[in-house]
């Protein structure tokens, strides 16, 4: 270790909020997205739970209704945090980073330095594609936890993103 270096501490009243970051919204279409890929898992659950019960007789009535009650607070809860989470979603590109925030009850700011982008993939699957809809995969150095993925855009907007993003990693590349 170097005796000669001196290293300047640095204060936490200098350090930038996260307050002060300016998130895009993700498009309300990601939303209701979102409500049609729950309806679906939570049809197919009740056919299945409503079968089991009319072809097995060892069903106790009491263990059908408890499911059912149970049914009814997670489809509630599921939907409430969608609509609620919602608005607690949403992105930011910055010179040196890109952030992604999400949560409603427990909310978090994921960020990743552009130094650390290794590669991206925008990605469709068959509803989003009905709905104009999109993620960008950012891959990052290292393990996989440190990934990000920003759902709700455009097609459109996630092939920018990319564009732009490739463009910040090269010029990071050049200096």
Known sequence: MDNDATYEQIF????????????ESLLPKYRKLKAIEWGIFFGILLIGAIAAYIFIDEIP???????ISLYVLTLNFVYLS???GFRHKGFAIREKDVHYKTGWITRSITTVPMS?????????SAIEKLMNLAKLNIYTAGDSSND???R?????????????????IEENDQD
């Open 12 to 23: 936490s009243e200098s350090i930038p909020k996260s307050e002060t970051i300016i998130f």
């Open 82 to 84: 969608i609509y609620r």
């Open 152 to 168: 709700g855009i455009s097609f459109e907007k996630a092939q920018q993103l990319k564009a732009l993003l490739s463009g910040k």
């Open 61 to 67: 009535s009491w263990i059908f209704i408890l499911f």
């Open 148 to 150: 990000m993925t920003i």
């Open 116 to 124: 650390r982008i290794q590669h991206m993939k925008v990605q469709q």
